[in-house]
């Protein structure tokens, strides 16, 4: 059979010119050219015919604002054509068949043609349906629509927002407000609200001006708000008040309130300092801050020649306008200090494209104007094959990605599977994610950029920039621009939503404070904090905005070999703390290679920094959003800045923990150092007999002021600028406690939460390697001292010889108790102290097992000084804290901040270094907390899992440098690349074989019976009591025991897998991580422990049940629960006897009970304490908050 088809001269040439003017990038229509050409080679081996490709002109009229498409369909009619308007996409497609039929030289000539066409064309945002107009004439379809739609002007936030009253919150402060609000509509929200000045003198409500406010769009978030009613305010007259800004009217302020006896008229309010209990900002240190260094450092020279006065803490400064920076930097002498200065003034004037810009300007112009559609994969089938394959490889070497290419092609040799490296070079076209590198020095001293950039040798080693030999770098670092990611993560709908989580958690807390009186109940993200508040309130941060936290830590890549690096990420905060942790989230930003510590961090920091200033001062990153199908303008809030103790002084330029003003949230608490000692320690008591200029100030209070330091921060760096000479230099830091400008003061003030405010607390290194090592160095002796007070008088120095062997062995042999998801579980800290005990281990230590462990080794009442704080730890661990428990932790570190001094400390002059700054920054944690949200939230354990599986992925043991950077590039590549197409990453979870989905988080996991068994009598009689307590209860004889099937294990809401005895007594403990103890919480609301026997399911007045069979322990010791403040929780294991019979959904969580014996219990009685793994909630029990109270 002959194949034929009609002849098209122009066909070929038509093909060239339409793929060369594409609109799709190189490597696309290299890819389409691929496919294609596949295609038509199967297409001829068939028959096929080519494809029906018609014509199409484009033409816009800028002066009708309207934009023509014509489109050459010959034989084509008006019911072939298809128009449809799609999430601003219009479609036209039409689909052709014709036949014709002839004699012609004595054969039967037949052609038939089919075609099928389809094009798509992007419209403007708010083009309608009616707006687009169509018309047919002969073979020609014409279309028309508008260019472009007028947008909605940018709202303002009218200046008197400023002067509204607003309440207070998180602990209570005066003058207070009530806010009387009623509901109208089935929200449940407050649709109009009147604030009342309330006379706590006389204790009555004494009416003042009224603020009427109407709050009614918080019904919803703002996304889909379909009203906008407007403000009835005192001496308003204009009804034009945006909806958002009846919102953030009535956002609280923590600066500001009524003054009580001032006089107000309609309209403008008197405002005044307030000072509440609990807002001072929060500390921590790092592990290798905590020790004894002989050698002083920066900022702890105690000299005799005086600097003259540093400018005092004033609160009335506050009102005075603050000293420009332009105005301070002119005044700098010092080499070093302008260095710095020019760092600053670089990011202040950055721009896309500008000298310290190395991205090209393609890169450039993607960032100004990113595709406007998500990225169709489905349409390069050979392009999905390649990703897959990579993504399958991307953790093994290139040699496993080319064996499994060979052998596709081997088996499918027309299809087109790029290279690696072509699949890597597509990756960052179709991403746009790629990294920028700059030379650094060979000593890793510092980066070449700002202004050391056009330098050729380093200036604080001498090395050259450049190998003589080749004229290449000697040495590079990579920085990984967040721009491109973030406008990648939003190119799909499912990405993009996740984006939403911000502004739906800062309209449930707004809502939250309003129904509140201004007050939470409940702090569990950084969004509930005071800062972030006030920033949304004075309109800094808006709907559109994304905001962000950079982190920075210092890793050892091998433990036996010289490979530090310095590593730092970016967390993207908008989206979900369930998700924002995790690597698919968070993004590496730079790498700073070893093997030495970098002595200028600034110079590192510099292209990330500059990149989101320089997209700061273009108006925002551009964004199209893939949810909302907008383009917009998104401006990058960074909100915080986190770091160990020694990163922390290279990012906010105090002086670190050893100055005069060592905190590092720059509190006004001077510290005291020993005759003839330059490092000073925060002792708040002054030692007995002790004079030393300049130090031996009196008592101070140990509750902190909460007034912000960000006004004095600017007059204290303007006095230390003037130094006019090295000597006046030194002797200015002491005073100051500031070493140089930190350089995030080139960010907009409107972009970043404040400085020193932005420079967040990190608990934990404060609560394990911190505290855990000057705690236990107390308790084994070991502490330096004097000649004159040997540890043999400690009364607290009891972890010495058997005592301390026994204790190590008591921590490991806990081990085959804690459950899997415990995580590492603690070593014999007697032999693995300075083996590099983990964070981890601390922290199950010193809050899990300590207080158990420690019960009657160390004397009262240092016992019960230790239980105070961790008690007040295990509250600051959690990602949800209530208020009261803020309150209470609060006034536990006080109490154990002040009874430490008084105990350990004792005003001794020779026990002045007991008194570190990790012991003064517990004042600050739970001020922190209302400020910046919980601490976990803004914690180094991210810092920590980044450079743990970072490390794990390195390949090359030669250059770990090198192929660190290019481990942290890919990663942020494939997280770009997943997000913009989901399908491309992995699945998502779900439940094994034969598992049964309960709801709510909870789901029975096999192993299961394969038949029936009779229950036990004991679970029978159990069975009995819980259907006799329910409405499910029915006649049954005392004898009756049901057969049933067991289930071993239950998946709980919070990730945890509980398990039975009947599967975990199957193996020996040396094998096992028990998870058979739960937590449940009975009908009254009352907290339990249990094992758990096994689960079941049963059926009742068809009502599908699934129980848990549980031996439920005693109630806790009261006496041993009253000495420990409730941390040494201590049940007795009543086995068969004390049965029971649960729904499931009453298990909150997995715990560890472990076994111990102590000589108040006698003989023959198994006791067992509680672990609860840190982060959960602490848990209550009836009774208990008379004990801690």
Known sequence: MSIVSSYEPFYDIDRFLEEALSPLEFSQRQLAMQSNMNMANRQSQSGAMRMFRPRMDLHEDSAKNQVTAMFELPGASKEDIKLELQNGKLVVSAEIKTSNDRDEGGYVVCERRFGRFSRTLQVSPGVKDQDIKASMKNGVLTVTFPKSTPEAAARKIPSWLTRLPAPLYGVAATPRYEIQISFTDRFEVPQHAKFRKLDEAAGSLETANTLDADVSAISS?????????????????????????????????????????????????????????????????????????????????????????????????????SPSLESIFENACLEDMIITIEFVRALQSAKLGDAHCKLGPDAIERLRNPPTAPFDITSFPDLRLGLDLFLANKNSSIESFNSNRTAILRRHPLDYIPSYEQMKRLITEITGVDSVTHPMCKNSCLAFTGPFANLDHCPKCDEPKLCPITKKPQQEFHSILIGPILQAMRRDVSSAK??????????????????????????????????????????????????????????QLYAHKASDCWIFILIIMDISPDERYTKHIVIPGGFIPGPNKPKVVDSYLFPCLHHICALQNEGGLVI????????????????????????????????GHHGKFGCRLYCPVPGRHKPNGSHYYPALLKPLNYVMPGCDHDDLPFSLSANSPSHMYLSKLEFLIRSPNETQYKKRRLETGITKPTIFLGFNPDRILGIPGCFGSDIMHLG???????????????????????????????????????????????????????????????????????????????????????????????????????????????????????????S???????????????????????????????????????RIGPPICSSQWTMERTIGNLGEEIRQPSNPYANLSQRGLLRSQVNALTAMIPELGPPAPSLP?????????????????????????????????????????????????????????????????????????????????????????????????????????????????????????????????????????????????????????????????????????????????????PGLDVVRLGGFEDVIQ
């Open 993 to 1173: 074989r034969g598992a049964i989905d309960l709801g709510e988080g909870y789901a029975l996991l096999r192993a299961q019976d394969r038949y029936g068994r009779l229950m036990q009598p004991q679970e029978a009689t159990a069975l009995l009591r819980y259907l006799g307590s329910t409405a499910l209860s029915g006649s049954r004889s005392v004898t009756w025991s049901p057969k049933i099937i067991r289930w071993a294990r239950l998946r709980l809401p919070n990730g945890q897998v509980a398990r039975s005895r009947w599967k975990e007594s199957l193996k020996p403990l040396r094998k096992l991580r028990t998870a058979r103890n739960v937590k449940f919480i009975d009908n009254v609301g009352i907290t339990h422990f249990g094992e758990v026997l096994y689960y079941f399911r049963c059926r009742r007045q068809d009502t599908l049940l699934t129980l848990a069979v549980l031996s439920v322990y005693s109630e806790p010791d009261p006496e041993l629960l009253a000495a420990s403040h409730g941390t040494f929780i201590s049940c007795r294991y009543l086995g068969d006897s004390s049965t029971q019979v649960i729904d499931v959904r009453h298990i909150k969580a997995v715990v560890a009970m472990v076994p111990h014996t102590l000589e108040k219990h006698g003989d023959g009685e198994e006791h067992r304490y509680l672990i609860e793994r």
């Open 221 to 321: 978030p703002p996304e889909v708000v379909q009203r906008s009613q407007h403000n009835d305010l005192p001496g308003r007259t204009s009804p034009d008040v945006p909806i958002q800004s009846s919102i953030i009217a009535l956002l609280p302020s923590s600066s500001h309130a009524l003054t009580p006896d001032s006089p107000t008229t309609p309209g403008s309010f008197a405002v005044e300092s307030e000072t509440p209990d609990l807002a001072t900002p929060q500390g921590d240190l790092s592990r290798i801050e905590e020790s004894e260094d002989s050698n002083p450092d920066p900022g702890c020279l105690d000299l005799d020649a005086s600097a003259g006065p540093a400018p005092l803490e004033d609160s009335t400064q506050e009102a005075q306008a």
């Open 892 to 930: 536990f570190f006080e109490s154990f901040v002040q009874k430490f001094e008084t105990l350990y400390y004792q005003r001794k002059v020779g026990r002045l270094h007991f008194c570190r700054q990790s012991i003064h920054a517990l004042l600050h944690l739970a001020p922190e907390a209302t």
């Open 624 to 655: 199209w959003d893939a949810f909302r199908n907008q383009r917009f303008h998104s401006q990058l809030f960074l909100a915080l800045n986190t770091a160990d103790g020694p990163a922390m002084a290279y990012l906010n330029g105090l002086v």
């Open 768 to 890: 394990t390697f911190n505290l855990a090592d000057l705690l236990v160095s107390l308790w084994r002796g070991v502490m330096d001292h004097d000649i004159d007070d040997p540890p043999s008088s400690w009364p607290w120095a009891v972890l010495t010889g058997d005592i301390w062997e026994t204790h190590g062995k008591d921590v490991a042999s806990a081990t085959p108790f804690l459950p899997g998801s415990f995580d590492r579980p603690p070593r014999n800290i007697a032999e693995k102290i300075n083996s590099g005990y983990k964070a981890w281990e601390w922290l199950l230590y010193l809050y899990g097992m300590a207080p158990a462990l420690l019960y009657g080794i160390l004397p009262e009442p240092y016992y019960s000084h230790f239980c105070m704080l961790v008690w007040g730890m295990r509250i600051m661990q959690q990602h949800h804290i209530c208020s009261d428990d803020l309150k209470i932790a609060g």
């Open 498 to 555: 996740k984006f939403l989580y911000r502004i739906h958690k800062t309209w449930e807390v707004i809502r939250k404070l309003l129904v509140n009186s201004g007050n939470l109940s409940v702090y569990d993200d950084f969004f509930c904090g005071s800062d972030y508040l006030e920033k949304v309130r004075d309109g800094k941060i808006t709907d559109d905005d994304m905001v962000l936290m950079l982190s920075i830590d210092g890793a």
